[in-house]
């Protein structure tokens, strides 16, 4: 996974601050092609400052970004996304007035240069995402009529229309109940096997176990881990982060 | 044009068209206008000379174009703002700025530079683009409040800049070559009003249309899917500055004079906006329907003693309980119900967030 030419998306010294806190600092790690790599780490951590650095939202105060050895630092997020990077956003962000296929097919409209289809193929690619994300039964009503669970699969959807080489997911299961999980993590290994390199951030460990090859844990702004989940998940270092010294110690102990 | 509805199902409608009673009641209305746009177009004929040679009846006189072509002069002003503010949702409260730039394009271009005032009509039409696309650029990366307001600052700031050179004729205007024809006026206004809407007809059917919508929606969504947001919505606001412009172009010529007040009325925005706002902004028939009624009511109503005063009161009324019960306009209010339910109303006062 780690060979140089099997890199997708390299992350070299990446610094964001807002004001005087470094909210990412000095963050480096490598994306292989075709893995699906999870983003751990407690409440401000730098989790989702880092997808915005990536997608062209934040500039970066530092570093660089790599997308196949190309350089994403300073591109605004559109000609990112034309580059082949699609992402979610925690809280959803849907077009309000659009029917959910409407959504959709604004992603294959524009998205990366894969996509770009005119109006017809558009809407025929925005049915097909649909169909994969299971809401093919919903696809003409108004957004303002989704559950909050497909919400999330649209946010999925309008980003997979997009036709990413790399999608990122910023914790598209949270709020989700134990079978949404299942359908969800389903849902994921489809994206996956159709080819595309996913990034996800999540709080549920079920989800970082269930699908992560690997798992980058972030705290404070600094990456602090890395590795396979499991072992990751034993870090004293990362129970540490989460829990406090005093309950991994604890932890540790028993 | 790409996406015209399948024959087979309204499944297959590709943007706000979502249900088969939907589509149906936008054919109805096509119709309808169809109609009224062949008699708009014919019933004026009844004026020529020849007409009245051969003893047809004079169904139209010298009020009636006067009312039409105001008419349609705010249909294309209304219709033209709605690319920018409704489709795009910047709401641009100095449009009023292409409609002036406009005219004294033409009135420069017509006494100063002696061009035909066919050839006039272009420069009314490239100028007000020429201008949005550059101020735009600064413009354009304000939001809400804020654009509206640095918008309107332009639209003063422009008409003093205007009425202080000598170059545009300074406090006393300009003064063109009469050109006598009820009939040649009335039709340029029409072809622009028709022009307005088929734009925004074409615009809403396009790639461009959604991505204006996306950006309306939500830009930070929209930009990291892939929509050039800064272009897009400089694009919108230069197109809705050539139609304005050529609108102002138009009535330059019509009106023979122009002069700040003539051509800089921040009436002209307001009322445009209202006209939007009442009959439904981002839709296509929106702005025509609003423009078509309240100019109407406005033209048949002024200069009437009492009567006028009161109707402006009556007028005010109306436009506070549509905003307040029709927030998203009476196109929207006919396509989606058929009475003035509490529910409706309700859920409209919800998603606008009063």
Redesign the interface.
């Given at each position: 996974m780690s060979e140089p030419g099997e890199v997708l998306l390299s992350l070299r010294e990446v610094t964001r601050r807002f004001g005087g806190v470094a909210a990412l600092d000095g963050v480096s790690f490598d994306v292989g092609r075709n893995e699906i790599l999870g983003v751990i780490g407690p409440n401000g951590a730098g989790k989702t400052t880092l997808l915005n650095c990536v997608?062209?939202?934040h500039r970066l105060d530092g570093g660089d970004i790599l997308l196949d050895g190309r350089s994403l630092r300073g591109l605004?997020?559109?000609r990112?996304?034309?580059l082949g990077v699609?992402?979610t956003?925690q809280i959803v962000?849907?077009?309000?007035?659009?029917?959910v296929r409407?959504n959709a097919?604004?992603?294959a409209?524009?998205?990366?240069s894969e996509?770009?289809l005119?109006?017809?193929r558009a809407?025929a690619h925005a049915d097909e995402v649909l169909a994969l994300v299971g809401l093919a039964p919903k696809r003409?009503l108004?957004v303002?009529s989704l559950t909050v669970p497909d919400r999330k699969r649209l946010e999925v959807a309008?980003?997979l229309c997009?036709k990413p080489r790399l999608l990122l997911l910023d914790e598209v299961m949270a709020g989700l109940n134990a079978v949404e999980v299942d359908e969800a993590l389903e849902m994921v290994r489809a994206v996956h096997a159709s080819g595309v390199t996913i990034v996800l951030i999540e709080h549920v460990m079920r989800v970082i176990l269930g699908v992560c090859q690997r798992v980058v844990v972030l705290h404070l702004g600094r990456h602090l881990a890395e590795g396979r989940p499991a072992d990751v998940l034993r870090d004293s270092r990362v129970v540490e982060a989460y829990l406090g010294e005093k309950y991994a110690s604890r932890y540790a102990g028993g | 044009m790409?996406?015209q509805p399948e024959p087979d199902a309204g499944?297959?409608a590709?943007?706000?068209v979502?249900?088969p009673a939907a589509a149906r009641r936008e054919r109805i209305l096509l119709v309808v206008a169809a109609v009224a746009l062949v008699l708009l177009v014919v019933v004026p004929l009844t004026s020529t000379d020849q007409a009245q040679s051969a003893g047809l009846p004079l169904l139209v006189d010298r009020y009636w174009f006067r009312v039409a072509t105001i008419v349609a002069m705010f249909v294309v002003i209304s219709a033209a703002w709605n690319l920018i503010g409704g489709l795009a949702g910047y709401p641009a409260f100095g449009n009023v700025v292409y409609f002036g730039i406009g005219a004294y394009a033409v009135a420069l271009l017509v006494t100063r530079y002696h061009w035909s005032f066919a050839a006039a009509l272009a420069g009314s039409v490239v100028a007000p683009a020429a201008f949005a696309g550059l101020i735009g650029v600064p413009l354009l990366r304000l939001r809400g409040h804020y654009f509206a307001v640095a918008s309107l600052g332009v639209a003063v700031a422009v008409g003093e800049v205007i009425n202080n050179l000598d170059y545009f004729g300074g406090a006393s205007g300009i003064f063109m070559p009469i050109v006598r024809s009820d009939l040649l006026f009335y039709y340029l206004m029409l072809g622009a009003a028709l022009l307005a809407v088929a734009i925004t007809w074409v615009v809403l059917?396009?790639?461009f249309g959604?991505?204006l919508?996306?950006i309306?929606?939500?830009e930070?969504?929209?930009?990291?899917?892939?929509?050039?947001?800064?272009v897009y919505k400089i694009a919108a606001y230069a197109l809705s500055a050539a139609l304005t412009g050529l609108a102002g172009g138009i009535y330059a010529q019509w009106n023979v004079f122009v002069n700040q007040d003539v051509a800089f009325n921040i009436d002209v925005s307001i009322d445009s906006i209202l006209m939007a706002l009442i009959g439904g902004i981002?839709t296509i028939w929106g702005p025509v329907l609003g423009a078509v009624v309240l100019e109407f009511l406005i033209q048949t109503f002024s200069g009437r003693g009492d009567l006028a005063v009161v109707t402006q009161i009556g007028l005010g009324l109306l436009l506070t309980v549509a905003v307040i019960f029709l927030p998203r306009g009476v196109v929207d209010f006919l396509g989606g119900r058929s009475s003035l339910t509490l529910a409706y109303v309700r859920r409209t006062l919800r998603?606008s967030g009063v």
């Amino acid at each position: 996974m780690s060979e140089p030419g099997e890199v997708l998306l390299s992350l070299r010294e990446v610094t964001r601050r807002f004001g005087g806190v470094a909210a990412l600092d000095g963050v480096s790690f490598d994306v292989g092609r075709n893995e699906i790599l999870g983003v751990i780490g407690p409440n401000g951590a730098g989790k989702t400052t880092l997808l915005n650095c990536v997608s062209g939202v934040h500039r970066l105060d530092g570093g660089d970004i790599l997308l196949d050895g190309r350089s994403l630092r300073g591109l605004p997020p559109h000609r990112v996304a034309r580059l082949g990077v699609g992402r979610t956003f925690q809280i959803v962000k849907p077009f309000g007035s659009m029917t959910v296929r409407e959504n959709a097919a604004v992603g294959a409209l524009f998205g990366s240069s894969e996509a770009r289809l005119p109006t017809r193929r558009a809407f025929a690619h925005a049915d097909e995402v649909l169909a994969l994300v299971g809401l093919a039964p919903k696809r003409m009503l108004p957004v303002a009529s989704l559950t909050v669970p497909d919400r999330k699969r649209l946010e999925v959807a309008r980003a997979l229309c997009t036709k990413p080489r790399l999608l990122l997911l910023d914790e598209v299961m949270a709020g989700l109940n134990a079978v949404e999980v299942d359908e969800a993590l389903e849902m994921v290994r489809a994206v996956h096997a159709s080819g595309v390199t996913i990034v996800l951030i999540e709080h549920v460990m079920r989800v970082i176990l269930g699908v992560c090859q690997r798992v980058v844990v972030l705290h404070l702004g600094r990456h602090l881990a890395e590795g396979r989940p499991a072992d990751v998940l034993r870090d004293s270092r990362v129970v540490e982060a989460y829990l406090g010294e005093k309950y991994a110690s604890r932890y540790a102990g028993g | 044009m790409a996406a015209q509805p399948e024959p087979d199902a309204g499944q297959e409608a590709a943007f706000a068209v979502a249900t088969p009673a939907a589509a149906r009641r936008e054919r109805i209305l096509l119709v309808v206008a169809a109609v009224a746009l062949v008699l708009l177009v014919v019933v004026p004929l009844t004026s020529t000379d020849q007409a009245q040679s051969a003893g047809l009846p004079l169904l139209v006189d010298r009020y009636w174009f006067r009312v039409a072509t105001i008419v349609a002069m705010f249909v294309v002003i209304s219709a033209a703002w709605n690319l920018i503010g409704g489709l795009a949702g910047y709401p641009a409260f100095g449009n009023v700025v292409y409609f002036g730039i406009g005219a004294y394009a033409v009135a420069l271009l017509v006494t100063r530079y002696h061009w035909s005032f066919a050839a006039a009509l272009a420069g009314s039409v490239v100028a007000p683009a020429a201008f949005a696309g550059l101020i735009g650029v600064p413009l354009l990366r304000l939001r809400g409040h804020y654009f509206a307001v640095a918008s309107l600052g332009v639209a003063v700031a422009v008409g003093e800049v205007i009425n202080n050179l000598d170059y545009f004729g300074g406090a006393s205007g300009i003064f063109m070559p009469i050109v006598r024809s009820d009939l040649l006026f009335y039709y340029l206004m029409l072809g622009a009003a028709l022009l307005a809407v088929a734009i925004t007809w074409v615009v809403l059917r396009t790639r461009f249309g959604y991505g204006l919508i996306a950006i309306r929606e939500d830009e930070s969504a929209a930009a990291v899917m892939g929509v050039n947001t800064t272009v897009y919505k400089i694009a919108a606001y230069a197109l809705s500055a050539a139609l304005t412009g050529l609108a102002g172009g138009i009535y330059a010529q019509w009106n023979v004079f122009v002069n700040q007040d003539v051509a800089f009325n921040i009436d002209v925005s307001i009322d445009s906006i209202l006209m939007a706002l009442i009959g439904g902004i981002g839709t296509i028939w929106g702005p025509v329907l609003g423009a078509v009624v309240l100019e109407f009511l406005i033209q048949t109503f002024s200069g009437r003693g009492d009567l006028a005063v009161v109707t402006q009161i009556g007028l005010g009324l109306l436009l506070t309980v549509a905003v307040i019960f029709l927030p998203r306009g009476v196109v929207d209010f006919l396509g989606g119900r058929s009475s003035l339910t509490l529910a409706y109303v309700r859920r409209t006062l919800r998603s606008s967030g009063v």
